[in-house]
């Protein structure tokens, strides 16, 4: 059997495949990142999950592709808790960026662009990845990201700048004290998944101009330092991965379609 997993901070999904290649089954498990996760943690965070037990002794290839495995030495920390659960499998740990421009490579040269709880971009041409401006998280960058909307709700609350009806339902669902999330961020582990959990309100209220004007502003940002860094960017096709790609695809493609009639200037 073949594990496919595509992981970033938040969760990771598996696919299963058999030796022909045919998909058997789907898991989830929470987000594995090096940069947060030690191999103590992959290994629980496995073994939490029965499906995956099920099968982890027969599973003899794994193909990992995961956010923040960029170097060897990160690489390595998330293969040596795979090890521990799968143990008679080959195992492939690599860069989400390779994963994501794999899944959108058409046959020609594209720039691959990540929009999840972290972001990211690369310029793939289906065989060598190539990154031309770094990550730089949570904290320094992630721009579009889900960690990168949260912040900008949680800012214009605590800054009363929130529209009323967004102020009200915010403090309906969450009645945050400042204390509390000042804590989960600079306390806690994975302050980065803390503030993209926002996003399930943000796209709850997807429709409210103020959330249209974050993420439009927010695309607009990300597209000037990680798509107009590579010198073909105005060529090759851009494609969006990852949660915010996704629930977000109206606003994303409004911004995408400025390439076309503005170059996507600020």
């Given at each position: 059997?073949?594990?496919?997993?595509?992981?970033?901070?938040?969760?990771?999904?598996?696919?299963?495949?058999?030796?022909?290649?045919?998909?058997?089954?789907?898991?989830?498990?929470?987000?594995?990142?090096?940069?947060?996760?030690?191999?103590?943690?992959?290994?629980?965070?496995?073994?939490?999950?029965?499906?995956?037990?099920?099968?982890?002794?027969?599973?003899?290839?794994?193909?990992?592709?995961?956010?923040?495995?960029?170097?060897?030495?990160?690489?390595?920390?998330?293969?040596?808790?795979?090890?521990?659960?799968?143990?008679?499998?080959?195992?492939?740990?690599?860069?989400d960026q390779l994963g994501s421009g794999m899944?959108?490579?058409?046959?020609e040269p594209c720039i691959a662009c990540i929009?999840?709880?972290?972001?990211?971009?690369?310029?793939?041409?289906?065989?060598?990845?190539?990154?031309?401006?770094?990550?730089?998280?949570?904290?320094?960058?992630?721009?579009?990201?889900?960690?990168?909307?949260?912040?900008?709700?949680?800012?214009?609350?605590?800054?009363?700048?929130?529209?009323?009806?967004?102020?009200?339902?915010?403090?309906?669902?969450?009645?945050?004290?400042?204390?509390?999330?000042?804590?989960?961020?600079?306390?806690?582990?994975?302050?980065?998944?803390?503030?993209?959990?926002?996003?399930?309100?943000?796209?709850?209220?997807?429709?409210?101009?103020?959330?249209?004007?974050?993420?439009?502003?927010?695309?607009?940002?990300?597209?000037?330092?990680?798509?107009?860094?590579?010198?073909?960017?105005?060529?090759?096709?851009?494609?969006?991965?990852?949660?915010?790609?996704?629930?977000?695809?109206?606003?994303?493609?409004?911004?995408?379609?400025?390439?076309?009639?503005?170059?996507?200037?600020?």
């Amino acid at each position: 059997m073949i594990l496919i997993a595509d992981s970033g901070s938040t969760k990771c999904d598996w696919a299963l495949l058999d030796e022909k290649g045919q998909r058997i089954s789907d898991f989830e498990t929470m987000g594995l990142n090096p940069y947060f996760h030690n191999p103590d943690i992959t290994e629980k965070a496995l073994r939490d999950n029965p499906s995956l037990m099920k099968i982890a002794d027969q599973v003899k290839h794994i193909f990992f592709y995961g956010a923040g495995s960029s170097t060897e030495e990160m690489c390595s920390i998330m293969h040596a808790g795979l090890i521990r659960v799968f143990k008679n499998a080959e195992i492939l740990v690599e860069h989400d960026q390779l994963g994501s421009g794999m899944a959108v490579y058409d046959g020609e040269p594209c720039i691959a662009c990540i929009l999840g709880t972290g972001s990211n971009s690369c310029h793939f041409d289906g065989q060598k990845v190539y990154e031309e401006i770094p990550s730089l998280a949570y904290i320094l960058g992630d721009e579009a990201s889900g960690s990168y909307f949260g912040k900008i709700l949680l800012q214009e609350y605590f800054y009363k700048k929130l529209p009323e009806d967004l102020r009200i339902s915010f403090e309906e669902k969450y009645a945050p004290s400042k204390d509390d999330v000042i804590n989960k961020i600079y306390r806690e582990p994975n302050a980065n998944v803390y503030l993209a959990s926002f996003m399930k309100f943000i796209g709850e209220h997807h429709d409210h101009p103020r959330v249209q004007e974050w993420v439009t502003k927010g695309m607009i940002h990300f597209i000037n330092i990680h798509v107009k860094c590579f010198a073909d960017w105005k060529e090759v096709p851009v494609h969006f991965v990852g949660s915010i790609g996704h629930y977000f695809f109206t606003i994303v493609w409004n911004a995408r379609q400025k390439k076309q009639a503005s170059n996507w200037a600020e």
